[in-house]
């Protein structure tokens, strides 16, 4: 069942100033990473992927690192603003015989201080 | 493109009633579509995966009596839950993979049910 009571971990960062979310993952047969950026009340919004061959991509803003040997995520934003404010959710996609499987870590709330 | 749109928004229904929640894929034809639940302050679980014209796959632990999963075309899927109870109530998001590219997904808005 689910767990009851959680607290969602939260970062809070001055406008302007760098953000790093960070995210252990637990299959190291996942192939696949992707961030979502979730607001109260709306669906998740993707953000950046990254594939298991690689190890950092970015994109505007954005750039996420990939540590295999320790099964770690991170999400850098750069030069936060208020409207980076959200729940911030790491995914590991595991694809076996045609069927895919993809798997939020437990999310963190991104709190941007104006 | 690549849009997902949830019906309806919201709803609130009494126990024991049924409630049936739509899922379409606007511009683009969705072979997979996933359905996940999330609980306040909690990630998404994913309760089933539904193959356009097949059983849906569901996750261990989600009844399949009742959380009936029907993918009748590539732009629809429905989620009916049976027999609703409060402990139902939650919030819960569909999202969609287009044929040929079955590792992405377009999440929904998502649906908040409550039920009283």
């Known amino acids: 069942g689910e767990s009851v009571g959680l607290h969602l971990p939260t970062l809070s960062v001055q406008e302007g100033d760098n953000s790093i979310i960070n995210c252990a993952y637990s299959n190291s047969a996942s192939d696949y990473f992707i961030w979502y950026k979730q607001e109260s009340g709306k669906g998740p919004q993707f953000i950046i992927d990254i594939r298991s061959n690689m190890d950092k991509r970015q994109g505007q803003r954005v750039t996420v690192l990939l540590n295999k040997t320790v099964k770690h995520l991170s999400l850098q934003i750069a030069a936060t603003q208020p409207g980076d404010s959200a729940v911030y959710f790491c995914a590991e996609n595991l694809t076996s015989g045609g069927y895919q499987k993809v798997t939020f870590g437990t999310g963190t709330k991104l709190q941007v201080i104006p | 493109g690549a849009v997902v749109s949830q019906h309806p928004s919201w709803v609130i229904c009494k126990s024991g009633t049924s409630v049936k929640i739509e899922c379409r894929s606007l511009d683009f034809q969705a072979t997979t579509m996933f359905w996940y639940r999330q609980f306040p302050k909690q990630s998404l679980m994913l309760m089933a995966t539904?193959?356009?014209?097949?059983?849906?796959?569901?996750e261990q632990g989600v009844e399949k009596d009742k959380f009936l999963i029907n993918h009748a075309s590539l732009t629809l899927s429905t989620l009916t839950v049976t027999s609703a109870h409060p402990e139902d109530s939650s919030f819960y998001i569909c999202s969609a993979s287009p044929a040929g590219s079955t590792d992405t997904q377009y999440f929904g808005p998502g649906t908040r049910l409550t039920v009283l």
């Open positions: 539904s193959n356009e014209g097949s059983k849906a796959t569901y």
